[in-house]
């Protein structure tokens, strides 16, 4: 099991409403958890969403349960749990 993530900083506040990821054959259709962090690697508690179960491969957004306010000059991490490490 691995926490998967990418490292951003935001240049303007807003609001993120969910994350965009693509999916390759390899990933397994099932409910990961996406969540965003901030830039003390606190969990954004709004800021968690479930990957669908969709077989097929491409470009999916996981909409988040709830917007999450981000700040200018911020660094945040969106990520997802992989259960297997892929």
């Known amino acids: ?13 807003g609001t993120i409403i969910g994350v965009r990821f693509y999916r ?13 962090w901030d830039e003390d690697g606190t969990l954004l508690t709004d800021g968690q969403a479930t990957i669908g179960q969709n077989p097929s491969t491409g470009s999916f957004t996981a ?9 200018a000059g911020q660094t ?9 490490g892929r």
Not at 1 to 13: D, I, K, S, T
Not at 24 to 36: H, N
Not at 63 to 71: F, G
């Open 1 to 13: 099991m691995v926490n998967l993530g990418v490292r951003f900083q935001a240049e303007v506040p």
């Open 24 to 36: 390759d054959m390899t990933f397994e259709a099932a409910g990961y958890p996406v969540s965003i």
């Open 63 to 71: 909409p988040l349960n709830a917007s999450v306010e981000i700040e």
């Open 76 to 84: 945040y991490v969106a990520s997802y749990l992989a259960p297997t």
